[in-house]
């Protein structure tokens, strides 16, 4: 057995037609495999927090010693105010089709463009890959709170992700907003949605020296807010893409100074509960008709 303690700190329970289980189910789980702490992470919230508290305390008041973690794998975009003047001049040039009806043009707007009260379901076909469309432009990240301090600057960063013009679709935050309400959080990258891996699927046309580049710049913006506190996030699968990204985020990681951690970005609590995760995923309204509707035979042929 490894004497290396592995800590989740990339978990999710309550995310809408991504995860299953309870907090309380995935702390059970953790606890039976040797597990003495959690993070649960889930997409631009924080409604796992009171399950994990209660829960938590139920296992610590009948000797099972466990410690919740606090945190969200928010939606990123380097500045909110560029990112909607773009997104404003997408909908204007895109949203409106017009036609003539006795001699009179009519403008008709295109409800797929019109989706600011939508429920937020990730969209794991988009964030890991290049966004070519600006409305869907946002990158994953994963922050962690250290204290109460960090607590309530997360909670009032997700606030601020659903209000004016960083909720559009997605609730999102950006480098403005870490600046002001960093203290007491821990900054991961994430996974192939994160914004380093965003710079791997921006620049892979152009090579490896032009990825690491960007990775570089984007890195240092991090550290600037961060210091000591932001991480180079690694994961393993069997994607390609993911440890030719490992790889160079170790790189950069090296050459700037900063650790890495290791995590599984887990979705369920149990593993023989893969296929219905898969299962409920599909239920979502996003993969509606544009996803093959069959099953995988067993978890060797799920599409990462």
């Known amino acids: ?12 329970s309550l995310s809408i037609f991504d995860s ?3 907090p309380s189910e995935h702390y059970d789980s953790c606890y039976e495999n040797g597990g003495t702490s959690l993070a649960i992470t889930d997409h631009g919230h924080m409604n ?12 610590n008041d009948n000797g099972k010693s ?6 969200a794998e928010m939606y990123f975009n380097h500045s909110i105010l560029e990112w909607a003047k773009e997104r404003d001049k997408f909908r204007n040039e895109k949203s409106k089709k017009k ?3 006795t001699g009179v043009e009519i403008e008709l707007m295109d409800s797929s463009l019109d989706e600011e009260n939508s429920l937020v379901i990730e969209d794991e076909n988009t964030s890991k890959s290049e966004i070519k469309n600006v409305l869907n432009e946002r990158r ?9 301090v ?15 013009d960083n909720f559009y679709r997605f609730p ?11 203290d007491g959080l821990i900054c991961l990258t994430a996974c192939q949605g994160g914004p380093l891996f965003g710079c791997y699927w921006k620049n892979m046309i152009n090579g490896k020296d032009a990825i690491y580049k960007s990775m570089v710049d984007l890195s240092k913006q991090f550290l600037s807010i961060f210091q000591n506190r932001f991480y180079g996030e690694l994961q393993w699968n069997s994607s390609k893409d993911q440890m030719i990204g490992n790889q160079m985020i170790l790189d950069v990681a090296k050459d700037l100074g900063f650790k890495t951690v290791s995590t599984c970005d887990s979705h369920y609590p149990k593993r023989e509960q893969w296929l219905s995760r898969i299962l409920y995923k599909k239920l979502g309204w996003l993969n509606k008709n544009k996803e093959d509707k069959s099953l995988p035979d067993n978890i060797d042929d799920v599409r990462l």
């Open 150 to 164: 960090g607590l309530n600057n997360l909670y009032k960063l997700v606030s601020l992700s659903y209000t004016g």
């Open 140 to 148: 994953h990240l994963i922050l962690l709170a250290q204290n109460q």
């Open 1 to 12: 057995m490894s004497r290396i303690k592995f800590v989740g700190l990339h978990a999710h």
């Open 99 to 101: 036609i003539k009806k």
């Open 48 to 59: 796992a927090v009171p399950y994990q508290i209660s829960h938590s305390k139920i296992m």
């Open 66 to 71: 466990f410690k919740p973690l606090f945190g």
């Open 20 to 22: 299953i289980g309870y």
């Open 172 to 182: 999102r935050i950006d480098f403005d907003l870490l600046k002001k309400y960093n």
